[in-house]
């Protein structure tokens, strides 16, 4: 079993839909839970972290963590095409060392 | 971009040769990081380094072979390519492991293995 579940899509919603990106993991000593964003042939840049459990957002963005339950979830609000991308969900014990990552969903987000 | 580059971007090598993927950065950042990334695994670690000459393993190392003479650049190397080895590689690194410091990637190196 992998440490970090993630359904890798693809997921299809049109402009201006909610969308909701999901991770479970296995780990309990996670304590930073990233989201990354890939565009193609790119290499992942950081969208949000979140440290232990509960909600942050940034902007359209809002990432929540539910330690008891063992899953993250990233929603993008207004969706926009330039949303379109593979999401990277990512967990790590300390700061960033090691960092596991999930196999990434795939979102398209048609105008 | 977080001032990392990675050479070359794509690469076509034939099996059982030897293959070395550099990785340059410019933001003196002590810790890099080499991941592979292939469909439905993500990102898994291969090796990363603490500091120059200082490295340890990840996840999937066998076959790689690493090296960090300075701080700047951090080389991976296949020593005798495989098909299995085909996939796309991307350098990563961050600041600290005391405090959160999150990873910044290259753009990644595209290596088949025929």
């Known amino acids: 079993q992998k440490e970090v579940e993630q359904d890798p899509g693809p997921l299809s919603v049109p402009e201006g839909a909610i969308v909701s990106l999901n991770c479970t993991y296995s780990?309990?000593?996670?304590?930073?839970f990233m989201w990354y964003r890939q565009y193609s042939r790119k290499g992942p840049e950081l969208l949000m972290y979140?440290?232990?459990?509960g909600n942050k957002e940034d902007g359209r963005f809002t990432a929540q963590v539910d330690k008891s339950s063992k899953y993250i979830s990233l929603f993008i609000r207004d969706s926009q095409p330039s949303d379109s991308a593979t999401y990277l969900c990512?967990?790590?014990?300390?700061?960033?060392?090691?960092?596991?990552f999930g196999a990434g969903t795939r979102l398209f987000v048609k105008a | 971009d977080a001032g990392i580059t990675q050479s070359p971007r794509h690469k076509v090598t034939e099996t059982g040769t030897p293959v070395t993927l550099r990785c340059h950065q410019t933001?003196?950042?002590?810790?890099m990081y080499w991941y592979r990334q292939d469909p439905g695994h993500g990102l898994r670690l291969i090796h990363y380094?603490?500091?120059?000459?200082?490295?340890d393993k990840g996840e999937v190392s066998d076959g790689y072979s690493v090296s960090r003479s300075k701080t700047e650049d951090f080389l991976l190397t296949l020593e005798s390519a495989t098909s299995s080895q085909t996939s796309v590689y991307f350098c990563?690194?961050?600041?600290?492991?005391?405090?959160?410091?999150?990873?910044?990637f290259g753009n990644g190196t595209r290596l088949t293995v025929t």
């Open positions: 780990n309990s000593a996670f304590q930073y």
């Open positions: 979140t440290y232990s459990s």
């Open positions: 990563a690194i961050s600041e600290s492991t005391l405090t959160y410091s999150p990873l910044h």
């Open positions: 990512a967990m790590s014990k300390t700061g960033g060392f090691k960092t596991i």
């Open positions: 380094s603490y500091g120059v000459k200082d490295t």
């Open positions: 933001e003196n950042h002590r810790y």
